[in-house]
């Protein structure tokens, strides 16, 4: 039996949170979902063309020192310097604002590739990883 899934509630303070999860889940879709996004891939079991059979926390961190994974400890670290950027923008000088302005304008596509849900099928530890950006 499946459990519907709900994200929760974000607190303003992130970093000071203090827990790190990292977690797998599997489910299964009526649909390809081999070139799909997560999000893409959501919105169909939220319309019923699927369900979730396992959502397991693999792991819990205390803090993010305590996070093994490089890449997801740099990932969170980028992520809580751009907040504390945002929350302090009007501080900047103005210039400085306005490349940051230009920067995000010019901004295409995530630097990180988003890797097919395919691609997390594979259990296989010596597979190359898949780079995942929120």
Known sequence: MSET???PQRSHNHEL???????????WVNFDATDK??????????QGDGFLTLMEVLEVDDDLASIGDEEARECFE????ARKLLQNVHE?????????RSALNEVVAPKKTVAPVSSLAVNDESAPRAKFWP
């Open 17 to 27: 949170s203090g827990k790190y999860s990292k977690f797998q889940v599997k489910g």
């Open 5 to 7: 899934l709900t994200a």
């Open 37 to 46: 996004t997560l999000a893409e891939i959501a919105e169909g079991i939220e």
């Open 92 to 100: 900047l000088p103005k210039k400085l604002i306005e490349e940051f």
């Open 78 to 81: 980028n992520i809580i310097a």
